[in-house]
């Protein structure tokens, strides 16, 4: 029962609790009055998550996870950008009709760019970063900064602006270095998540107790869900002094543990076989659990006379499970056993329609379940012929399995250290085996491959192309597998997977400058030539596609609606689902054009500036769709 407090709210533990829903990072410990610790907000750190320039570190003492740059960092999260994606439709595979997503490029730009088109909507997040051993991890840092100081400080920065940057064990900020890469991305990755969303995080002993800190920050330590030890290696090596590692682990956080649900692992034909229904019950299959349970209770030792009139007691050192007035309760709803003679010794049923169907799962991962490193690698190679073009792939069977504990079948799956593509090839595996629509988004930076390597010697140059490679060769596999099992046969019933209706596509994205030109010129760098080709504020590289893709993320539109293009009047019109968003981006629009668009009653429609001569054809397009389309938004680029 409650205990009532006698006073008035607390309100100042009402507003820290509220302002750590929104910001988990800023949560700390201090001390009360009394010396006993208390949770506070770090009003550093909220400040400078609410500010657009670097703010001056403070020394006072508290609980939290420091480094050298990561108010910077945190800052850096903050920053927008005025990057873009542009389409690849060539590379992609069945461009107009999947749902798939492929993006190539720095995986805390395109973070940034995913930020309204894909806000609160992904179910999962699983990535396998860098583990920082000693070796050279690589990403790309090159966002333009506010301030020169910031630049300075974090000292990441070229005469071009921007480059890639390499860690390795000779850098003397090797962990704080790493820390910052994560911490970034993670702060924005946190915000795609749905609200009952989860993220797995690959890593090893190197830095888990540091990772698992900084998501304790990102995500709030009340939103750790497990860190799961994955048995990886099948041949452990046996030539360490000490000990030989042969495990990684996984480490799962909520984006609020009170909504997460888990699926629990699919129950095996072995456990379900104990199920019978000897009586007939109407409720199904079931199975007899033990009535007595130690150590005694008093109240519950009490005579049970069976149906043949037995007289029967709890065992020495017992009592039964059931209070005498939920016994008879169980035996009004014929819940309780005796024997198909009535003269047994009582149990209870269980039926399995009853039982959880999903079996919770243990935080310890063999390899015979998931897969090993090994068997990962030897199951990549077979798919590129025999050929190790990438190290240390995770096990389908391991990606796979985060999927049947945490995804609905229509789920978006997230990868933004897309590696391979195992994630990719995950989903579109699960969604064969239980006709799920689940929707990957790949993210890879196009890290340049070894030119000794066997990969690059292939045609391979960067690691993006080996991912949507592998996607292309594991959709074609898992088609040509279902059609295998159904015989061949082009006919199926409502339990089968149709191979046709899976979708083995991706669209292919790549991070690009902004296709606007840049019109904020100092007035003494404007000349008669500079002003002749600001009359038109896109870009001459740019495609209306590219247009059409900036424009969704602008909007907040997911990248894999379903498009159509179509020509009215020889005019290119673009139709994003249906009638959510229609745009032309031809120069020197007619109003015939304009009108027919209207027809269409559009959601919103989106032109170019420079398509209409003057202020006069503008008013007369707002006018026209006040008549034709008054619900219709209006936007120009």
């Not at 003397?172 to 969303?197: C, K, N, P, Q």
């Not at 030890?229 to 990684?248: C, G, I, M, T």
Request: proline share 4%.
């Amino acid at each position: 029962m409650d205990k009532l407090k006698m006073q008035t709210p607390d309100k100042t533990q009402e507003k820290i609790d509220l302002i750590s829903k929104l910001f988990p990072h800023v949560l700390t410990e201090t001390r009360d009055k009394n010396n006993k610790p208390v949770k506070a907000i770090d009003f550093d750190l909220l400040k400078q998550t609410l500010s657009d320039i670097p703010l001056v570190d403070d020394d006072s003492e508290r609980y939290r996870l420091d480094w050298p740059g990561k108010k910077a960092s945190l800052l850096k999260a903050n920053i927008p950008i005025t990057k873009t994606l542009r389409p690849y439709k060539e590379e992609s595979v069945n461009f107009d009709t999947t749902e798939n997503v492929y993006i190539e490029g720095d995986n805390f730009e395109v973070l940034k760019i995913l930020q309204e088109s894909y806000l609160n909507k992904v179910k999962m997040i699983y990535i396998d970063p860098p583990y920082n051993t000693g070796k050279d991890f690589i990403y790309s840092d090159k966002f333009a900064k506010s301030k020169e100081e910031y630049e300075e400080e974090i000292g990441l920065y070229d005469e071009d602006d921007g480059k890639l940057f390499r860690n390795t064990d000779s850098n003397g900020r090797f962990h704080s270095d790493w820390l910052s890469m994560m911490y970034e991305r993670l702060i924005v990755a946190r915000d795609l998540l749905t609200d009952d969303g989860v993220i797995f995080i690959s890593i090893d002993d190197n830095e888990v107790y540091n990772l698992r800190k900084i998501c304790n920050e990102v995500f709030g330590e009340e939103n750790f869900v497990a860190q799961v030890v994955w048995e990886r290696a099948y041949a452990p090596v046996n030539l360490k002094k000490h000990f030989s590692e042969s495990h990684d682990y996984l480490l799962v956080f909520a984006k609020n543990i009170d909504n997460l649900e888990c699926n629990g692992l699919p129950r095996s034909n072995e456990a379900d076989s104990r199920y019978s229904n000897p009586d007939n019950d109407s409720r199904g299959r079931w199975t007899s659990a033990d009535l007595s349970v130690g150590p005694p209770v008093q109240s519950n030792i009490y005579e049970i006379v069976t149906p043949s009139g037995r007289s029967v007691f709890p065992p020495s050192g017992y009592s039964w499970r059931l209070s005498i007035e939920r016994y008879k309760d169980f035996v009004e709803d014929n819940r309780i056993w005796f024997g198909s003679d009535g003269n047994g010794v009582p149990r209870i049923k269980r039926f399995l329609s009853e039982v959880k169907q999903g079996i919770t799962p243990m935080t310890i991962w063999k390899y015979e379940d998931v897969g090993h490193s090994q068997k990962a690698s030897q199951d990549l190679k077979k798919l590129f012929d025999n050929n190790a073009y990438f190290t240390y792939p995770k096990p389908i069977d391991l990606i796979k399995r985060t999927l049947e504990l945490y995804s609905d079948t229509d789920s978006i799956i997230l990868d933004f250290f897309s590696g391979s593509a195992t994630t990719a090839h995950a989903v579109m595996q699960l969604n064969a085996e239980d006709g799920g629509n689940r929707k990957f988004i790949m993210v890879q930076l196009p890290e340049q491959t070894a030119e000794d390597s066997e990969a690059y010697k292939a045609g391979y140059k960067t690691i993006a192309e080996i991912g949507k490679e592998r996607i292309r060769r594991a959709g074609k596999m898992i088609q040509d597998e279902l059609r295998e099992k159904n015989n061949g046969s082009f006919d199926f019933d409502e339990s089968q997977v149709n191979p046709e209706d899976l979708d083995i596509g991706f669209r292919v994205f790549k991070v690009d400058s902004t296709n606007m030109k840049d019109v904020y010129y100092h007035p003494s760098e404007t000349g008669q030539m500079t002003i002749h080709s600001l009359q038109d504020n896109i870009k001459e590289d740019r495609s209306p596609a590219d247009l059409l893709t900036q424009v969704l993320l602008n909007l907040g539109l997911e990248l894999s609606l379903p498009i159509e293009e179509r020509m009215i009047n020889n005019n290119k019109v673009y139709i994003v689902q249906s009638n959510a968003l229609v745009a032309c981006f031809d120069d020197e629009l007619d109003f015939s054009i304009i009108d027919e668009i209207a027809k269409l009653q559009p959601f919103k429609v989106v032109f170019k500036d420079s398509s209409f001569n003057d202020d006069k054809d503008r008013i007369n397009l707002e006018e026209r769709f006040k008549r034709l389309a008054p619900n219709t938004e209006i936007s120009v680029l």
